[in-house]
């Protein structure tokens, strides 16, 4: 199993002293810092606005880190593709595969929070369809040998050809997956699929299942699946004080950044969005006693190797651990990152052996 | 007087054996090459589906540069604003200018070519307001200081919004790419510097020192505080007359083969802010290698180079961000140009470049 260093740089909290800015610099070090302890991917989420998070560029961040690596695979998590033209969309990345050695995975989403649709005058409650039909229009554009024409719903153009384009072929894509619909689009296009415990947990009963649904809806379509990932979040802690510490922040996350961003009030969530209602409820609820490995990885090293060993046997590849949540300090994200490179990425198989024996 | 390295990515060839993805790599590395040398910035041009060029995403390729390298300025050239959001664009700079330390110059212009509009949905033919209001939101979002701002205009509607992160220099310099004299308005009542192609000031006002008096009497009207005034140049070296065919024929491959189809020719379906890029296209079908000058076109030797660039500088202008890859010239032969002018060409003048390359 891989592991990547994830973020979706939430900074929402009330009183905050750390500005936009310093997270984003923060956030660059914190992955060029992963690629020097022998990770594999940094994935980093796009947020407009101080909505949930302050970090309105991956694709920008990823090719800062391109310039200063050699190794670690560049993701956004994930692009929010209905907010841009999927040809725009497109060309970026491949330009970014191009310039970083064939070193992206690109992942996509529709989001969950209208704050972010609205200034872009894009359709929150049709975003299921612009996204389905976008994530169509960027698989025909990377995989074109000439020039392509489409006439969609949404979308319609003639006679386009890309350029620069990717140098993987095929570049790898991911669907970030909340629900249903997304896993059959992954299916359907061939894509691989990456998760959140906690959703999973809540619309499918658990890994497993997600995983289970995903290979059945590929056989369906006759698509061969693609890798399977998940993130989590990560606390370490060793004694009762900071056990205490970690799961406030992580309590404080849902409180103040992830419930202000979801659809959580019956009379304005889109239908395609019903499903946020229950889990805004439970949110609401949350207690830091309650959080389980069901969303988070806390504990020790011993504690969080368990957990992780059950994910890769639900038939995960990757798994993408979120450390900077709820304005956890900058020198002590470096610190867990590194702990769990030296006492729990050993217990696994994958590149990251290599590369911190190199 | 500052150099930099400027590209259009023009790769609009028949019988073209270099591929887009090498012609943007090459590019890549020959701007690493110039902060190397001691050039004070890197122009990079947006062109999008192999139309007159191949780099569509200038600010990935300069997110790149700025990891390699700590002095070179990073600037799009120009960003086609109508475009992409305007809010898009403002988050794009600020995040570049925050990774490389404060070192993007943004540069802006409407571009010119309908083939590139039409595929993004964008109206070309009403460009000049939609560019117009799209550099006002950049302003104001690049202003804002934190605070969150709306916006109630012609083509862009917001409430409450706030760009993260900021850019890192305030202000955050900014060029309009001008061609006519609508942009001069539009850069002097923004407060903003200009950056002209000498062929078109040529053709628009009758030459350099004009379209500088124009902009700072335009900035007086406004009342604002003239910026920096840049140019453009190709610049192809020769030293004896075999070259000089082989360079002046490049430039005439360029004209003929990428420039012509990119620009609105056809009075029947030209829109009217573009009428006079019909009389710039039938002097374009004209040029004859012999024919290019001054005007367009750095030619020759060192010497011969530096005289034309002492004008431009006695007619007011900061820098000059300079054509070498044009007409597919070798790679490296752009290279060994490159170095030759800042060797013989760039000492003459004052500059940064001084000391970066005394270091």
Not at chain 1, 184 to 209: C, D, T
Not at chain 1, 308 to 317: I, N, P, T
Not at chain 2, 35 to 57: C, K, P, Y
Not at chain 2, 76 to 99: F, G, K, M, S, Y
């Amino acid at each position: 199993m891989e592991f990547g260093y994830f973020t979706l740089s939430d900074n929402h909290y009330e009183n905050n002293p750390r500005d936009a800015n310093q997270f984003v610099s923060d956030i660059t070090a914190e992955a060029l810092y992963a690629d020097q302890l022998g990770m594999h991917s940094a994935w980093i989420g796009e947020h407009h606005f101080n909505s949930l998070g302050v970090l309105s560029c991956p694709d920008l961040v990823l090719a800062y880190i391109a310039g200063r690596t050699k190794h670690i695979r560049l993701a956004p998590a994930v692009t929010v593709t209905p907010l841009h033209h999927p040809i725009r969309v497109a060309e970026q990345w491949a330009t970014l595969d191009l310039l970083s050695g064939g070193r992206v995975d690109f992942a996509a989403g529709r989001g969950y929070d209208s704050r972010e649709y609205e200034p872009f005058h894009v359709s929150f409650k049709d975003n299921q369809s612009i996204f389905e039909e976008g994530m169509e229009v960027i698989q025909k554009l990377w995989a074109a040998e000439g020039r392509i024409s489409h006439h969609g719903m949404h979308y319609q153009f003639d006679d386009v050809r890309i350029t620069p384009k990717p140098i993987q072929k095929p570049l790898p894509a991911y669907i970030g997956s909340f629900s249903k619909p997304s896993i059959e689009l992954a299916a359907r296009l061939g894509y691989g699929l990456i998760v959140a415990p906690f959703a999973a947990a809540m619309s499918y009963g658990g890994l497993k299942q997600v995983a289970d649904l995903y290979n059945e809806t590929c056989v369906k379509h006759g698509k061969k699946p693609g890798r399977l990932m998940c993130s989590y979040f990560t606390h370490f802690y060793d004694n009762p004080q900071q056990e205490a510490a970690q799961r406030a922040r992580q309590v404080r996350y849902y409180k103040e950044c992830v419930i202000p961003a979801l659809p959580g009030d019956p009379k304005t969530a889109p239908p395609s969005y019903t499903y946020f209602i229950d889990m805004v409820k439970r949110l609401h609820q949350m207690q830091p006693e309650q959080l389980t490995e069901n969303s988070v990885l806390l504990g020790n090293s011993q504690q969080i190797t368990d957990t992780l060993k059950k994910v890769e046997a639900a038939g995960f590849s990757e798994v993408i651990l979120y450390f900077n949540v709820g304005m956890k300090p900058h020198q002590m994200v470096k610190d867990e990152m590194d702990r769990f490179m030296r006492e729990v990425a050993p217990h696994f198989q994958g590149k990251h052996l290599q590369r911190r024996a190199a | 007087m500052e150099f930099g390295y400027f590209t259009l990515s023009d790769n609009h060839y028949e019988n073209n054996p270099r591929d887009a993805n090498q012609f943007v790599s090459d590019i890549a590395a020959e701007a690493l090459y110039a902060d190397q040398l001691g050039m004070h910035s890197a122009w990079i041009g947006e062109h999008h589906f192999n139309s007159l060029g191949v780099l569509s995403s200038p600010e990935l390729v300069l997110g790149y540069i700025a990891a390699k390298t700590k002095h070179i300025r990073l600037a799009p050239a120009v960003n086609v604003t109508p475009l992409h959001h305007p809010i898009r664009v403002a988050e794009q700079w600020a995040t570049l200018d925050l990774l490389s330390g404060g070192r993007v110059d943004f540069a802006s212009g409407r571009g010119y070519d309908a083939r590139e509009y039409a595929p993004f949905k964008v109206s070309f033919a009403e460009n000049q307001s939609i560019f117009e209001e799209g550099m006002e939101i950049l302003q104001k979002l690049w202003s804002a200081e934190g605070r969150r701002i709306d916006h109630h205009g012609k083509h862009y509607q917001f409430e409450d919004v706030r760009i993260t992160p900021q850019p890192l220099q305030k202000p955050l310099p900014v060029y309009i790419g001008s061609f006519s004299k609508p942009s001069i308005e539009l850069a002097a009542r923004l407060g903003f510097g200009l950056i002209v192609a000498p062929f078109a000031a040529a053709m628009s006002y009758g030459g350099l020192k004009q379209v500088a008096d124009l902009y700072h009497e335009t900035c007086a009207k406004h009342g604002t505080t003239p910026k920096r005034l840049m140019c453009s140049y190709f610049i192809h070296y020769y030293d004896n007359p075999q070259q000089e065919a082989a360079q002046r024929a490049r430039q005439i491959r360029y004209y003929k083969e990428c420039v012509i189809p990119a620009f609105p020719s056809d009075p029947k379906t030209a829109p009217p802010s573009y009428h006079y890029f019909i009389d710039m296209v039938k002097r374009l079908h004209q040029a004859t290698p012999e024919g290019l000058t001054e005007n367009s076109v750095l030619l020759g030797n060192s010497e011969r180079i530096t005289e034309v660039l002492k004008k431009v500088e006695a007619a007011g202008f900061d820098e000059v961000i300079l054509y070498f890859n044009v007409g597919i010239k070798p790679h490296n032969q752009v290279k060994e140009e490159m170095d030759r002018f800042m060797r013989e060409v760039a000492p003459a003048f004052q500059g940064k470049h001084r000391e970066r390359r005394a270091a």
